[in-house]
């Protein structure tokens, strides 16, 4: 009977990180999909972070995200990276970031991020924040970012 119990743990857990499990990591509003929302942190006491995601618009009709906001956090700005010779800067996105019909934007390293600024709480790995995108056309959604700390996203990517 024990033995059946520990199996029994051991095939929900394993069904807790299964592939399907990662897939719940995606949300959907009207043509836009918006994947694998994440908030990187240097520390889990960091009071900022940057955000990454990517939004697929299967739709005929260009879209484009206007404002991310959140609780957990004082600011949230929308951001490229723009390298000036050997110097990487950082510029905010005035008017948002558009969302081509048909086509895919990604908010990776090195490019576009979410900016979370003046974090509020302890931000410990695998800690999910709700957070609220507005899209020009589709309206509004709110996504789970999942927190990480940056030392371990490199060792994953």
Do not use: W
Not at 28 to 39: C, D, E, K, S, Y
Not at 55 to 71: E, P, Q
């Amino acid at each position: 009977m024990r033995l059946m119990r520990l199996s029994l743990r051991l095939v929900l857990a394993a069904a807790l990180v299964s592939p399907g499990a990662a897939a719940a990591h995606e949300y959907r509003l009207g043509a836009l999909r918006i994947t694998h929302p994440v908030l990187r942190v240097a520390s889990p006491v960091s009071k900022t972070g940057a955000g990454y995601l990517a939004i697929s618009n299967s739709g005929r009709v260009d879209d484009r995200l206007i404002a991310v906001t959140t609780a957990a956090a004082n600011r949230s700005d929308l951001h490229g990276t723009i390298a000036h010779g050997a110097v990487m800067q950082m510029r905010a996105q005035a008017g948002g970031v558009p969302v081509p019909a048909g086509g895919r934007v990604a908010f990776a390293p090195g490019g576009l991020h979410v900016m979370f600024i003046g974090l509020k709480g302890d931000m410990p790995a695998g800690r999910m924040i709700p957070v609220q995108l507005l899209f020009e056309k589709a309206g509004r959604i709110t996504v789970q970012f999942k927190v990480e700390a940056i030392a371990a996203a490199a060792h994953n990517h």
